[in-house]
């Protein structure tokens, strides 16, 4: 096999990172267990309970219930999934912002509920009166997004979360990746600030934890009672994840990183993040580009698709949005070493691309 | 963080087991990777497909189509979910044996189909007849099991396959855990043997690989395309997966176990643990317990729940079917050593739970 372990240092797409030693360490110590299976792995399932906890503390949720899960975008889907056994309706609809993820695309799908989307604003936050007008009485679900995947944005998380109670329907906050970056932040996004029911948030993204590690969180538990399914076979009698068999690295992985750095060493990693988002904006702005303003820790700036190919084609991993722009997820293991690099190359192929064609005088 | 990483010892219950050298290796080299974004981590992508490879090549299937998933729940939700979206009927069914994974339940849950349940016979296996009389115009899936989990015993792949393609329907096999150990019977459990549309088979069981690695296979890779949603902001543009971010440790750890055991070191692992469970089925025998044979290398027998929790009590992890036998699961780490401990404490446990109550004479 062509071992050839994932090197970071062109990587500027996505919105995972190279583990912190600590997590690394600790997803190597349970390669082998399965917090799946309480019963027979009792050591992983406790720690489960401790990431649990460990989530809830970062998310502003005492006492929380909730369980490390392969992903977001699992997350997400089982998000979905309990408002739809909730709801009263046999066609019930979901209401989320035309920035969500794609795994809300995908649960929608599986779960054959209808997903409303609602356009956003200048500023590519959810719009509220867009959002007001698409809910009615079959609304199972709003959708916030606390760091959009395109712009890093934050919707108007209490707004949402106030107008969904107002339908009864039940109030999702997708922080997958904001989750660990917005307690550093004075936005509101969390339980404490407004009336959040279920909440995404990943340690395998900012929270430096190894993949998979994705969280679900739920303000009351019984919310999680709409998943169970009987387990025979198995020591528990019940299992409310989507997936069966779970990995234990991530699990333990997740604990070890907010054992390692909550709160002191996250909020260090965010200035660090932030301010090497900022200084590449301005950079980039420099250069002619447009630019559109890190909120978090993630530029997006109107590249030419041309001088994008070409930046591919020197093995740096950028990716688009939907709009076309270019789009830099400044994860830990993003320098500014490794910015001013990928700058210099930008400058390069922008000089290649946009040169006129030849002319013969 | 209470780091004690786990100990097979006396791990009875469990259909994973300890990974192979290489296997764990291979893990480590890649626990950063996501091949759910082959755009960004092309190493792991590419292995991913050879990974898939190695699966057909044990499944009997050339030029193979599927993934690697979080496991065989993923891989059964999404073969109902192909199932499903194929149907041409609002509210479509799905046959399956009384021993088929409670992930079917899931599924039906999730998916919203109807989930008809066919007794099994003396011998554990789906009833034939029961089978023919429960499909009908509306049965999108029928499930045959190759291995089942309480009993590991394998359905009859070729007729039931029949049966399905009678009436439309799609095949799907269930091969789990049993994928890894066939190959070395002369059951028929495969794509050569059978008209198989769709099947589990999960590097992270029998295949020795380390978690998360189960593995879906499709015979036609238009099956695959009834899963695919569109990914934004990723460089490929649609995602046939149910989680969104994945495990490129359970890819690499797979195929490096395929590389390290197939065809010999499975064989010779199959013949051990088969062994062993003929061996603890004829001791369980000598102790007067009603045992149900092994087919494959699980043995369930008829032991009081009194021993039963007197066994758990020492630390042993055993698990109990539904009709409330113990089954304890030969997989690699079970040794013929691990099984004299347990029988000699069996026998203890025996002695004590089955004394009389204590009289005063």
Redesign the interface.
């Known amino acids: 096999?062509?071992?050839?372990?994932?090197s970071?240092d062109r990587?500027l797409?996505?919105?995972?990172?190279?583990?912190h030693p600590a997590a690394?360490?600790?997803?190597?110590?349970?390669?082998?267990?399965?917090p799946?299976?309480p019963?027979?792995?009792p050591?992983?399932s406790a720690?489960e309970d401790?990431a649990v906890d460990a989530l809830g503390e970062i998310a502003g949720l005492a006492d929380p219930t909730g369980y490390i899960a392969?992903?977001?975008?699992?997350a997400n889907?089982q998000a979905v999934?309990i408002a739809r056994e909730r709801a009263e309706t046999a066609r019930p609809n979901v209401v989320m912002p035309d920035s969500g993820?794609?795994?809300f695309?995908?649960a929608a799908?599986?779960?054959?509920v209808d997903l409303r989307i609602v356009p956003t604003d200048d500023d590519y936050r959810a719009d509220l009166e867009a959002a007001r007008a698409s809910v009615d009485e079959e609304t199972a679900l709003v959708i916030g997004v606390a760091g959009t995947?395109?712009y890093g944005r934050v919707d108007p998380i209490p707004e949402l979360g106030t107008l969904a109670h107002e339908v009864d329907a039940l109030f999702h906050v997708d922080a997958a990746w904001g989750g660990y970056v917005l307690p550093f932040t004075d936005i509101p996004w969390n339980f404490e600030h407004a009336p959040v029911d279920t909440m995404t948030i990943?340690p395998?993204k900012m929270g430096q934890a190894?993949?998979?590690a994705?969280g679900l969180l739920v303000r009351d538990e019984t919310l999680l009672d709409e998943l169970a399914?009987?387990?025979?076979?198995?020591?528990t009698t019940a299992?409310a994840t989507?997936?069966?068999?779970?990995?234990?690295?991530?699990v333990?992985s997740a604990?070890?990183a907010f054992?390692a750095l909550w709160p002191d060493g996250y909020a260090a990693q965010y200035e660090r993040s932030q301010a090497n988002a900022e200084w590449l904006a301005g950079e980039l702005r420099n250069l002619g580009y447009d630019v559109i303003e890190p909120t978090l820790p993630l530029v997006a700036a109107d590249v030419p698709a041309q001088t994008f190919d070409a930046l591919r084609a020197e093995g740096w991993?950028v990716?688009?949005?939907?709009n076309d722009e270019m789009?830099v997820v400044c994860m830990p293991h993003v320098t500014r070493e490794m910015l001013a690099a990928f700058l210099e190359d930008l400058d390069g192929c922008r000089a290649v691309t946009t040169a006129p064609v030849a002319s013969d005088d």
Chains 1, 2 share one sequence.
């Open positions: 096999m062509p071992a050839e372990p994932q970071f990587v797409s996505s919105m995972c990172t190279d583990p690394r360490e600790a997803a190597v110590d349970f390669l082998a267990t399965n799946g299976d019963g027979t792995y050591t992983i720690l401790d392969s992903g977001g975008t699992e889907i999934r993820h794609f795994s695309r995908k799908d599986l779960l054959e995947t395109e990943d395998h190894a993949i998979p994705g399914v009987d387990t025979p076979y198995l020591e299992q989507l997936t069966g068999t779970r990995s234990g690295a991530g333990a604990l070890a054992e991993r990716s688009r949005t939907g789009r």
